[in-house]
């Protein structure tokens, strides 16, 4: 395989990944006087005696003495290579451990930019950087960290789309000690933006820095890694490539692959003035282990600034290309692997695209209906963290104006800072979600103006939006239903059983559908296939395994094939032409039948093999299951933020009955939280979490999977299932037991959750009892909810222990994850489990 040697690659696995110029180096110790080179051994001067006696003769006594010399000789030089090079090794080479790095950057306006300023060898480039540099030094030298500021580097001169010179620089602090926690960069940006002199009868952002004219809007200042200083603060560092895209539209190409050695690669992407950058990636091959090891970010700036952050990737994409853009005329890539072994790649190219306004006015002519389709800035690039756009739409009355997005949705905005987007749609405030179905927005006015503001820490992903006009007074054709989703769907669906709406609005206030046993129509969905013999004739169970056209409520065969029985996976009967429902069943088994959590009881040793404790920092803090040799399954938001979504700090304990007793404990390899769990509501709240080692199946079977629903599967209400983990045992107090709690709760129709709770997703469900008593707690969050099959006595996990108002209050049941919604989701990132679940 070809291999690119542009960036620097080492293959030792001791080497330091992160230093390119690993002998330079800001460190403060004195080493004059120390070297061995200057000090005269007496030595010497006897072995100049012993040589001249060897002149005179004395040949035998002669040679042995030499000999003797040649050793001594040779043990002292001996010794002095090995002091040299443990002092090498562990003083002069060791990194500063008291060195704090600032990536920063700002404008300097004034200042007309010159093409040598690219070149860090010119002698425009050194006037200029050691103009701003004694600047910077006589800022922070004479700042109240005077004694901690060591020195100021300048990376980078560059052009940019608002005039003037960008300075990308980095900052050094020396702190002799590191427990006076300094790494204040609110602090740190402050003293530079203090020092600028503004004036406040020209009311602009430009301020002087010590006669240097600066933006004042311009500055940022960040916290940055010692590793990414040495690759991009030194002339000689061999690690960065420049790029350059010298004509509009015209793509350069960006292209590494190494299957040896550790990676620590960075591009550095400017286009020309006027311009922004879109990078489109068509591969990624980097280890999926939430950026522990290998990772790619792209930064909105020539140099790694936190909060240019453009995207963080821990793992490849879904599927290709990709493509980014930048706000301004330059992006930096920053591909790091610590891995030895395996292939790290990356391949794409980038182009210079001008810069837009994002503002149109769409009016309907002689009302005429209005179609169109409305996408988000540099569609179908992920938008960047800033840009905005405008669009004003006329229409007449009595019509007003229709938004129908593919996987996003509007909700109006609270408190919360919108991730995804925020939306003003006339005067009114949203935030953008998003999610994995349709949705449709009206706006009941024939005046529409909109303006969508990206926001978030990271690009997003592109939305588009198909606009039509709309007839107020009826949103949706005769014979259709209105969803909240804002779907029109036929009458016909309503109360079918099914959710067509997506968010189950068309299945809510229905009577229980009557019985019609006795005519050859089909039955409703509620009867037929569940494995209940509803009707007395038995028709409701009846030609259940024929083939019929495939839908969230009908099971699928590997051979794509779709069955109308619901719960055909692993119930000991084949159903599927081609056995793909009995495949792969060593699931849900439990080795011994035994009879708390809130209201429960002790579990018995083994009773629950998948069960699952999750320690952080050594503690539990949730709940998981096992549901493959290497892959657990838990709620998403145990691992919310960037401390919680780290694998490292985490230990599973399996096999456990009581706290800190685990038959096999591993290491976390990956979390993976659903891409669109939503913290605001708990929507979504999944996560798969791989294991660093699989469990073994000796010496011990109390560690075994519980089985994954389908797609289709479902559990009647009432039907009682059991919740286990060791969370608290009231809602108050801390009452956390030791030992394995269970408690036997019953599954609760979705209407009443609702009534309870307002706001249930079709993702989530209830369970346990309405009098309390019996409920999950704080701590149980991630852990299972599990329900045995009628038929077959297999386990499966139904539910994820995920939220809830209290713990064990009447009314107010516990929340849990819906499974079999994620029956799709699950399979494509567990590559251990069968391809033949069921899934649609
Ligand atoms: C929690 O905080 C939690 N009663 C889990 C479940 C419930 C409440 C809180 C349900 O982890």
């Not at 019509?399 to 995804?420: I, M, R, S, V, W």
């Not at 005769?478 to 109360?495: D, E, K, P």
């Not at 699928?556 to 429902?581: E, M, P, R």
Request: aromatic share 10%; proline share 5%; charged share 20%.
């Amino acid at each position: 395989m070809a291999e690119n040697k542009d960036c620097e690659q080492s293959t030792k696995p001791e080497d330091d990944p992160g230093v390119c110029v690993s002998e330079i180096s800001v460190y403060m110790n004195n080493v004059d006087g120390i070297s061995p080179v200057k000090r005269k051994s007496p030595r010497i001067t006897t072995k100049s005696k012993f040589l001249q006696k060897c002149r005179f003769g004395e040949m035998t006594e002669c040679f042995f003495i030499n000999k003797k010399i040649i050793l001594l000789t040779l043990l002292l030089l001996v010794i002095v290579i090995i002091t040299w090079t443990l002092l090498w090794v562990f003083v002069l080479r060791s990194p500063n451990n008291n060195a704090l790095y600032f990536a920063g950057l700002f404008r300097i306006a004034d200042v007309e930019f010159i093409p040598e300023y690219r070149r860090k060898d010119s002698p425009e480039f050194l006037y200029m950087a050691d103009r701003v540099q004694q600047v910077i030094n006589n800022v922070y030298g004479k700042s109240l960290f005077s004694k901690l500021y060591k020195q100021s580097t300048i990376s980078d001169l560059s052009d940019n789309n608002y005039g003037g010179v960008l300075v990308h620089f980095w900052i050094v602090f020396v702190v002799p000690n590191m427990k006076t926690l300094f790494a204040c960069e609110d602090c740190v940006s402050a003293v530079l933006k203090d020092s600028i002199q503004t004036s406040l009868v020209n009311r602009t952002s430009i301020g002087y820095l010590l006669g240097l004219p600066v933006d004042m809007d311009s500055i940022v200042v960040n916290v940055g890694l010692r590793s990414d200083y040495f690759a991009t603060a030194t002339t000689d560092s061999n690690s960065v490539i420049a790029k350059h895209a010298e004509q509009s539209g015209v793509p350069v190409a960006l292209n590494f692959s190494t299957s040896t050695g550790r990676v620590n690669c960075h591009f550095k992407l400017t286009s020309l003035l006027g311009h922004i950058i879109r990078l489109s990636l068509t591969a990624l091959q980097i280890e999926p282990d939430n950026c522990v090891t290998d990772s790619l970010h792209i930064y909105d700036s020539l140099m790694p600034i936190r909060s240019r952050n453009l995207y963080r990737a821990c793992e490849s994409f879904g599927s290709f290309p990709v493509s980014f853009v930048s706000t301004g005329n330059g992006m930096f890539l920053s591909l790091k692997s610590l891995r030895v072994h395996g292939k790290k790649e990356i391949k794409g190219y980038f182009e210079a695209i001008p810069k837009k306004k994002f503002e149109n006015t769409i009016l309907s002519m002689d009302g005429m209906r209005l179609e169109g389709n409305i996408t988000s800035p540099y569609y179908p690039s992920y938008y960047p963290l800033k840009c905005s756009s405008t669009w004003i739409f006329k229409t007449s009355t009595p019509f007003g104006l229709a938004l129908k997005f593919q996987n996003y949705t509007l909700k109006e905005k609270g408190f919360e800072p919108c991730d995804h987007g925020w939306w003003k749609i006339n005067e009114k405030m949203y935030c953008g979600y998003q999610i994995d179905y349709q949705t449709v927005f009206h706006i009941a006015n024939f005046l529409v103006s909109i303006t969508f503001q990206c926001s978030g820490k990271q690009s997003s992903k592109a939305f588009l939006a198909e606009y039509s006009s709309y007839n107020i007074s009826q949103p949706c054709p005769n014979g259709y239903y209105v969803c909240s989703t804002g779907l029109c769907i036929r009458q016909s669906q309503r109360c079918d059983g099914s959710d067509d709406c997506f968010d189950e609005s068309d299945e809510v206030f229905c009577s229980l559908p009557p019985k019609v046993c006795n005519t050859s129509s089909p039955h409703h969905h509620y009867f037929s296939c569940d494995g209940v013999k509803d009707c007395e004739n038995g028709t409701d169970e009846l030609n259940c395994t024929d083939s019929v056209p495939c839908t969230n409520i009908t099971y699928k065969c590997k051979n794509n094939v779709c069955i109308q029985k619901k719960n055909a996976k692993c119930d000991g009967t084949i159903d599927c032409l081609d056995g793909s429902d009995e495949m792969s069943c060593d699931c849900g088994n439990k080795i011994r039948h035994g009879s708390r959590i809130v209201g429960g009881s002790n579990a018995k040793d083994g009773e629950w093999p998948w069960q699952v404790s999750l320690h952080f920092s050594g503690s539990p803090y949730c709940g998981a299951s096992v549901i493959t040799k290497e892959w657990l399954l838990s709620a998403g938001h145990c691992f919310q933020g960037e401390k919680m979504s780290d694998p490292r700090p985490w230990i599973a304990h399996l096999g456990m009955h009581t706290q800190g007793n685990a038959k096999f404990k591993s290491e976390l390899k990956r979390i993976l939280v659903h891409e669109y769990y939503n913290g605001r509501n708990f929507d979504y709240d999944i996560s798969l979490l791989k294991l660093k080692t699989p469990w073994p199946d000796r010496p011990t079977a109390t560690i075994q999977p519980i089985c994954v629903p389908s797609l289709a599967q479902m559990v009647p209400n009432g039907e009682r299932c059991w919740v286990t983990g060791w969370g608290q045992k009231q809602e108050r107090g801390n009452s956390d037991p030791t030992v394995l709690q269970q408690a036997e709760v019953e599954i609760i129709n979705q209407s009443l959750c609702r009534s309870a709770y307002g706001l249930i997703t079709p993702r989530m469900m209830c369970a346990g009892l309405l009098s309390g008593k019996r409920d999950a707690c704080r701590g149980d969050s991630g852990g299972p909810l599990s329900c045995q099959e009628k038929v077959g006595g297999r386990w499966f996990l139904t539910g994820i222990v995920s939220w809830g108002h209290g713990c064990g209050r009447p009314h107010f049941p516990g929340v849990y994850t819906r499974v079999s919604k994620f029956a799709t989701w699950i399979q494509q990132h567990v590559s251990a489990l069968p391809k033949t679940d069921g899934v649609t």
